[in-house]
């Protein structure tokens, strides 16, 4: 009589990795490991934790009230940086189990590759660069939330995969699974904000790249489904993950067009410079005023502009609104 359960621990899981997976993919058995050694778990990989320890962290949560593209939209069903992640996160799990890559490596990798996002958006992290030298990464503060302020012990495949996820980034992802999240959150966006900036009027249909329709098809999910046979094809061809050269210039073009159009428009320039006020007076009132900052972000490594960079990249767009309103505007009682 068969058992209609059957269980499924670590050693389990970790067998049919290495049975079933290509061999580029990364096994969850021979991670680098983690900065503090941990006991395996008896039940989940090294990735699956991860994964699940992203999940539940504050600064994930916090994803559902910071921006994509559209500030305070007028609406329910644009798009915020939450529902960005997971579809990042559903379109690289594809293309990883397409490949037969270890899609949970990619889904870790997927639902932290956001988290360090400033209020507003890239508007936000422009402001916040202003502080610091050089160019202030999102990236990097979402290695930064889970090393520091909200240590969660990752392994060191999903931490450098967080790291390089934006192509500005010069030291690639060392992990294929790393490499399908850079192009997975490439897809994700300009298919998402392409539906947005149609719901919202900036676009209309006839208004894209020729090119791009004639490639991909309709904006939506003809993108989707065009541009992850493109990184499929592409990858088993060029034995390494990448999207063939022709199809991925017709991208970049599109992607182009998505900056002059939608992200950096003209019309939006004075929602822009309203978002880098907000960011810089709170900024500047933190400085002044750093015992205000939740000791949470108080730590003792970091000196007072480490402090305040945190605690406001960490700031949801509305609570970085309210903040300033509580501080700034004038009260009349």
Known sequence: MSEPFRLRR???????????????????????????????????????????????????????????????????????????????TQ???????????????????????????????????DA??????????????????????????????????????????????ATPEGHVVRYADRIAYLAHDALDALRAGVLTRDRFPAEAIEVFGEPGRDWVASMVAAVV????????????????????????FMFEHVYLRAEAAPQRTRAREVIRDLLGYYLEHAEEIPETYRHDDADTLTRVLDYVAGMTDRYAIRRHDELFRPRLF
């Open 10 to 88: 670590r050693a389990d899981a970790e067998r049919i990795e290495r049975e079933l997976l290509a061999q580029a993919a990364t096994l969850s058995a021979e991670s680098r490991g983690r900065a503090r050694p941990e006991e395996p778990d008896e039940w989940r990989t090294a990735f699956e934790r991860d994964r699940d320890r992203i999940l539940h962290s504050k600064a994930f949560r916090r994803l559902k009230h910071k921006t994509q593209v559209f500030m305070n939209p007028e609406g329910d069903h644009y798009v915020t940086r939450l529902t960005h992640t997971l579809q990042v």
């Open 128 to 173: 916040l660069s202003e502080f610091v030298d050089g160019e202030w990464l999102h990236s990097a503060q979402s290695v930064r939330i889970f090393e520091v302020l909200e240590p969660a012990n990752l392994t060191w495949e999903v931490l450098d995969g967080i790291r390089a996820h934006s192509w500005k980034i010069e030291r690639p992802p």
């Open 91 to 125: 379109i690289g799990g594809s293309i990883a189990r397409f490949l037969s890559l270890n899609e949970t490596l990619t889904e870790a990798i997927a639902l932290g590759h956001d988290v360090g996002h400033s209020p507003f958006g890239h508007t936000g992290e």
């Open 233 to 256: 094809d592409g990858s088993v061809a060029a034995s390494r993950v990448e999207m063939d050269p022709a199809i991925l210039a017709v991208m970049n073009d599109l992607r182009s």
